[in-house]
């Protein structure tokens, strides 16, 4: 992908619509912790958070596709000190969140996808 994603590690999420039920599927910035992988709600620094997050809330298991990898992931927005320790270990490398954030003015979630295989 190009663009605003050129050189950046990229997964394809599908989960379950909340209200539709229908899959639905979003392109995002991730990074690795241990076996999971980490995103973030960003929504481009929107007032509100994005829709995958709340189809993860109200159906977590969802999908994701890693390269040419396809597995089932829980998601689950991280705890206030995971969430502190995920935020500032990303912050490091991609300090255009710190601006998301302003623009949002709101805490952006930060979403731990764990592998179910995993658990």
């Keep these: 992908m190009g663009g605003q994603f050129e050189g950046l590690p990229l997964l394809?999420?599908?989960t379950t619509g909340?209200?539709?039920g229908q899959?639905?599927?979003t392109p995002m910035?991730?990074?690795r912790d241990g076996t999971q992988l980490v995103v973030f709600a960003a929504n481009g620094g929107s007032k509100n958070n994005p829709g995958w997050y709340h189809n993860l809330l109200a159906n977590p298991v969802a999908q994701v596709e890693v390269g040419t990898e396809a597995y089932q992931v829980t998601g689950a927005d991280t705890g206030s000190a995971e969430r502190e320790r995920l935020w500032a270990q990303r912050l490091t490398e991609a300090p255009q969140l710190a601006e998301l954030q302003k623009r949002a003015g709101r805490p952006?979630?930060?979403v731990a996808?764990?592998?179910v295989d995993a658990r």
């Design 108 to 110: 952006i979630p930060v």
């Design 18 to 20: 909340a209200r539709s």
């Design 113 to 115: 996808l764990t592998p």
């Design 23 to 25: 899959p639905r599927t």
């Design 29 to 31: 910035v991730y990074f």
């Design 12 to 14: 394809l999420l599908t």
